[in-house]
T-cell receptor, first 115, second 114 residues
Framework: AQKITQTQPGMFVQEKEAVTLDCTYD???????LFWYKQPSSGEMIFLIY??????QNATEGRYSLNFQKARKSANLVISASQLGDSAMYFC????????????FGSGTRLSIRP | DSGVTQTPKHLITATGQRVTLRCSPR?????VYWYQQSLDQGLQFLIQ???????AKGNILERFSAQQFPDLHSELNLSSLELGDSALYFC?????????????FGPGTRLTVL
């Protein structure tokens, strides 16, 4: 069965530092996608970045990059040069290719950026 | 702004009542998904519709139902409401019905059952 684990309930980081949010997953499907979403205190769910299981390179989107280690089944989100506006909940999610409709989410990491 | 719209933004009602949440997907998206986010259960997938047809079911209660209309907007109906149904309900949409399309979320409807 597919599973997503985020082991960091909360993190504090100094502004302008880089931060890594951990995510490990489990699936027996060779085809899957990994997603990161940001949920600020206002409540909306904002898509950040996507990594496909067959992608050869790590995904990047501006200050966000995904450190994809397939053998370790990890998909950590790296935020470079953190900003105060990065303070939010961050969710890792996975969607299997064979049962593609069921995206599952981790429990989230609350990131707080200190000025 | 993801392009997915949800109404209403907030809803307060009493136990035993019935409510309808509405979602309009992004232009061109054929799939609509419903999710429930509560403090104790986290984010739970409820149901997916693709081009008017039910595609997948998750942890949706029998008291809940949904449909997708010909113009692709969707409604989630919650009946015989209980205190535990208080949650943030998200709608998301994606281009296709299968595969690994990214889902874009709406702003959510916060339901409070008193």
């Amino acid at each position: 069965a597919q599973k997503i684990t985020q082991t960091q309930p909360g993190m504090f980081v100094q502004e302008k530092e880089a931060v890594t949010l951990d995510c490990t997953y489990d699936t027996s499907d060779p085809s899957y996608g990994l997603f990161w979403y940001k949920q600020p205190s206002s409540g909306e769910m904002i898509f950040l970045i996507y990594q496909g299981s067959y992608d050869q390179q790590n995904a990047t989107e501006g200050r966000y990059s995904l450190n994809f280690q397939k053998a370790r089944k990890s998909a950590n989100l790296v935020i470079s040069a953190s900003q105060l506006g990065d303070s939010a909940m961050y969710f890792c999610a996975m969607r299997e290719g064979s049962s593609a409709s069921k995206i599952i989410f981790g429990s989230g990491t609350r990131l707080s950026i200190r000025p | 702004d993801s392009g997915v719209t949800q109404t209403p933004k907030h809803l307060i009602t009493a136990t035993g009542q019935r409510v309808t949440l509405r979602c309009s997907p992004r232009s061109g998206d054929l799939s609509v998904y419903w999710y429930q986010q509560s403090l104790d259960q986290g984010l739970q997938f409820l149901i997916q519709y693709y081009n008017g047809e039910e595609r997948a079911k998750g942890n949706i209660l029998e008291r809940f139902s949904a449909q997708q209309f010909p113009d692709l907007h969707s409604e989630l109906n919650l009946s015989s409401l209980e205190l535990g149904d208080s949650a943030l309900y998200f709608c998301a949409s994606s281009r296709g019905g299968a595969g690994l399309d990214t889902q874009y979320f709406g702003p959510g409807t916060r339901l409070t059952v008193l």
